[in-house]
Nanobody
């Protein structure tokens, strides 16, 4: 089992920035990528960004390209999501996720952290 603990959500004005962190309790066989998904009220959960542990290869949803940056610290088993130029439509619960593939969510989920962007 892998536990994922997120931090860094909050309330920010349009155009502002936030940085999310997700720490994994350990690295384990079958977990080669981590990332962030989000779910807004009344909408389906969607992938925001993902990154592989070994090469750092990244994937971004079109809606966040150029504004969000995902990164990793292998020594700390931690990933980060730097969110700049935030928009009200970025408001959602952001979930950390871990699994085998870069472009798909895996089986491990964090508890979620709320990001609210006020207009």
């Amino acid at each position: 089992q892998v536990q994922l603990v997120e931090s860094g959500g909050g309330l920010v004005q349009t155009g502002g920035s936030l940085r999310l962190s997700c720490a994994a309790s350990r690295r384990t066989f079958g977990v080669y990528a981590m990332g962030w998904s989000r779910q807004a009220p009344g909408k389906e959960r969607e992938i925001v960004a993902r990154i592989t542990w070994n090469t750092g290869s990244t994937y971004y949803a079109d809606s966040v390209k150029g504004r969000f940056t995902i990164s990793r610290d292998n020594a700390k088993n931690t990933i980060y999501l730097q969110m700049n130029s935030l928009k009200p439509e970025d408001t959602a619960v952001y979930y950390c996720n871990a699994g085998p593939l870069r472009d798909q969510v895996g089986d491990y989920w964090g508890q979620g952290t709320q990001v609210t962007v006020s207009s």
